[in-house]
């Protein structure tokens, strides 16, 4: 069981990127799913989480308005587009599976209790 990411790189501040995220070995249309950073020096941290179908998410402050987070179920992947990149936005990216519905996605993305983690993707933000 494996959720490998991709997409990340460097870029210029107020650019966009997009990253995604698969898996191997399960599909993803029975767990909540979300994006997580840890910046350097950081702890991880949870930016932005979304249910099962897709139709709650939650984005961290710092993040909402300049990230979207997506999923395509029958094509197992789940997106972060990433507008406006900030040189504080670098780090590495990583995404996340849970089977237990959280209180709330927010709550997943709060707490960072899930069953699956991804290597990550690196990002750097810098002129």
């Known amino acids: 069981l494996q959720l490998v990411e991709s997409g990340g790189g460097l870029v210029q501040p107020g650019g966009s990127m997009i990253l995604s995220c698969t898996a191997s070995g399960l599909t993803l249309d029975t767990l909540y799913l979300g994006w997580f950073r840890e910046g350097p020096g950081l702890e991880r941290e949870g930016l932005s989480c979304?249910?099962?179908?897709?139709?709650?998410?939650y984005y961290k402050d710092s993040v909402k308005g300049r990230f979207i987070i997506s999923r395509d179920n029958v094509n197992n992947m789940v997106y972060l587009q990433m507008n406006d990149l900030k040189l504080e936005d670098t780090g590495l990216y990583s995404c996340?599976?849970?089977?237990?519905?959280?209180?709330?996605?927010?709550?997943?993305?709060?707490?960072?209790?899930?069953?699956?983690w991804g290597q990550g993707t690196r990002v750097t933000v810098s002129s």
């Open positions: 996340a599976a849970a089977y237990v519905p959280p209180t709330t996605v927010q709550a997943m993305c709060d707490t960072l209790e899930v069953d699956y």
């Open positions: 979304i249910s099962i179908k897709g139709d709650t998410t």
